[in-house]
């Protein structure tokens, strides 16, 4: 059975821990969330895990297809912009102004 969110496009910028789990939440109520790392990786791959595989990771990133690029690239922006035009909702946990930089 779809989730009351099924049908919803979420692009995920968020890194660590609340930002994780709030769109976790989204993405367990049927939300199609995509999150967006930086080619090493969302740092909490490597609390206290090999292989960048930490359980705070895994849980927190669970129902989520991700996507790996470094918005320093022109061409990695041109692909967030296409994305947007897809999503429904971004959410980001950057400092204040960071995404406005983009």
Excluded at 18 to 42: C, H, N, R, Y
Excluded at 53 to 76: I, T, V, W, Y
């Amino acid at each position: 059975m779809p989730g009351p969110l099924a049908g919803v496009r979420i692009l995920d910028f968020t890194a660590m821990i609340s930002g994780p789990m709030a769109t976790m939440m989204l993405a367990d109520q049927g939300a199609d969330v995509i999150k967006v790392e930086p080619p090493t990786g969302d740092l909490a791959r490597g609390f206290a895990a090999p292989k960048g595989m930490s359980g705070l990771f895994l849980s927190a990133n669970r129902n989520k297809r991700s996507l790996a690029l470094d918005l320093r690239n022109p061409e990695s922006i041109r692909l967030i912009r296409r994305l947007l035009e897809d999503v429904d909702v971004l959410v980001q946990n950057f400092r204040p102004g960071a995404m406005e930089r983009m």
